[in-house]
């Protein structure tokens, strides 16, 4: 199960830290990671850590701004972003990836919604 949370309303420039409970997933088997979706838009991979090597991947849209990393012991993955863009606004989902960088996810839960005003 992948569990998305801390989401909310930020002004522009601001933080806000994304967590992922992903119970029943053990980090060496699967690329995990967060992507996000605005409305009217397309799926948009942001960021994922590799199973096979455990390299980071981001979108050009995010790289110097947004931070992944995992807790094994917990069971978790967070998404620290800074600087934050009212192009930022929307609901992002944890979730496993094909492979990091490729758009294509496999199982993913609720998201949470990310607002930013200007």
């Known amino acids: 199960q992948l569990q998305a949370s801390g989401g909310g309303l930020v002004q522009a420039g601001g933080s806000l830290t994304l967590s992922c409970s992903a119970s029943?997933?053990?980090?060496?088997?699967?690329?995990i990671g967060w992507f996000r979706q605005a409305p009217g838009k397309e799926r948009e991979g942001v960021a994922c850590?590799?199973?096979?090597?455990?390299?980071?991947y981001y979108a050009d849209s995010v790289r110097g701004r947004f931070t992944i990393a995992s807790d094994n012991d917990k069971n978790r993955v967070v998404l620290q972003m800074y600087n934050l863009k009212p192009e930022d606004t929307a609901v992002y989902y944890c979730a496993t990836w094909i492979a990091c960088g490729i758009d294509e996810f496999d199982n993913w839960g609720q998201g949470t919604l990310v607002t930013v005003s200007s």
């Open positions: 850590i590799s199973a096979t090597d455990n390299s980071r």
């Open positions: 029943g997933y053990r980090f060496d088997d699967y690329s």
